[in-house]
């Protein structure tokens, strides 16, 4: 019984061992936009959270924090595609 837990366990270990390993990945991407008075804003995200701060500018900051769980920049940037 003791053998077949050790055998069980080392497979398991090899298996996770297998599998590649994912990190996560921060990206901070910053973007500003020229506005009007009177204009509306439409903000959408596909998960996380918006705030929205107002002040006396004609201008629009928008600062996106992205945290995806990928194994490279490129798997990351095809999670953010899909």
């Keep these: 019984m003791k053998h077949t837990a050790q055998v069980l366990a080392a497979a398991c270990a090899l298996a996770l061992a297998a ?3 994912k990190a996560t990945i921060d990206r901070v991407v910053e973007r ?3 506005v ?4 509306a804003l439409t903000v959408r995200t596909n998960g996380g959270s918006i705030r929205v ?3 006396d500018v004609s201008a629009v900051k928008v600062v996106a924090h992205e945290r995806i769980r990928a194994s490279s920049d490129a ?3 095809d999670v953010l595609r899909n």
């Design 19 to 21: 599998l590649p390993a």
């Design 32 to 34: 500003s936009f020229s």
């Design 36 to 39: 009007q008075p009177g204009g």
């Design 53 to 55: 701060e107002s002040g």
């Design 75 to 77: 798997e990351a940037d």
